[in-house]
């Protein structure tokens, strides 16, 4: 397919374009524009939160920063070259998941993107926004707060593609101004780095392994919807230049306001008992800055909680019209956005009401983690054995495949049987050895040996 940079990439119109491959001619867009793109969700609190985690599970301030560090790593690694197989199918990155998981079977990964991106990661990102507009404007009242977010995330969303794009890349702007005065404000403050003394002697294990899940959680769990902002790109954009940007647009985002709120939250919390005792963490991070900039940050959260779940909610209806329905509307795409926004809407409503958000964060991430990490080995490996063959048109014609299936559901069965730490469940290997979670790691192992395995085995493995 020939570049073009002459298509349509008006901001206004609602995207009737759904999970069908691009034409040439509405192909537009830059391979820097991926930076902003995955930069601006990541500027918001809940970033910060996964952050201070670090500190609740008894970090000190530099292995809490080393952890999400490795976690962000990791995931950015993926996330960077998923992102470069949009261009050339352009097709969504749940249907480019057909090729590995069979046409039956791409069922599981894109209802589970569907449930945890559409509306898990948008109740927790509107309880964010919520939490940081009531605190802005307190007259508005928290459902008052509630509503204004889900409506003006949602109607993004509603548009679609293009107005995402011109929202992420502007917002960013005045997202990185506010984000780098916050970085300068708190890495300076008296004790931001300091380690207590009189700490145990031995490395935090369980701790490390839970922070850096939560953070590849965090990051990783943007990867299952990384071509859907490609896939407009024109075909023969530069795959290095894409995966850099887009990599490193998610990367250097969560890692700078992650190591703001391990800092942050060490100089608040003291220790893990008081940090898990924070009725509202927004509130008690924006108070220890001035009053007017304090304000400016709550909007800062405001603004980066709407453009996360923009891309949530967006990319939670792509994930499920790749499961296969015909709902036989042209702006079914957008139908699919007003309804996921309903049903979070109602999610965030019980969350905001229910209170505890750090252990309900928490076990969100660590479940995030559970299925992306196989998720990703699976297509991941598939796409190195098929070397080469054309990924869009086997995806637009999926044979019944069991092989992807059979090894993400197995993975991601015994690693989080064996190795899953969360509150309600402990596994036995976890429990013994010590070492917190690891149930990412085995899970992307495990899964990548199995597909191997599998795929020589069933005949419908396209590789």
Known sequence: MAQNTTGSASATAIEINDVQPIPAAERHGKAWHLFTVWSSPNLEFATVFVGALAIGFGLNVWQGILAVLVG?????????ILSTWGPEAGLPQMVLSRNAFGKFGNLIPAGLSTLVAGIGWFAVNTISGTFALQALLPGIGVYGALLVIIVLQVGVAFVGHNLIQKWERYASYFLAVVWLIVIVSV???NGAFSVAPGGSADFPWAGFTLTAGAAYGYTAGWTAFASDYTRYLPANTSKVALGWFAGLGNFLSTTLIMTVGVAAFNVLAGNPGDFWGIANPTEAFTKTFQPFFGAVVLLAIVIGSVSANILNV????????AMGFKLGFKTRRAIMVALAGLVGGLISY???VNGD???QLDGFLLVVSYWVSPWIAVVLTERIMSKGKNAGERALAPKNSWAGAAAFVIATAVSIWGFANQVQYTGPLAKSWGVGDLTALVGFVLAAVLFAVFSQVDKNSKN
């Open 357 to 359: 958000v750090a252990h």
């Open 350 to 352: 019980i969350g905001v």
């Open 72 to 80: 962000n790593a990791l995931a950015g690694i993926t996330h960077g």
């Open 187 to 189: 890495f300076t403050v």
């Open 314 to 321: 967006y990319s939670g209806a792509m994930s499920f019209l």
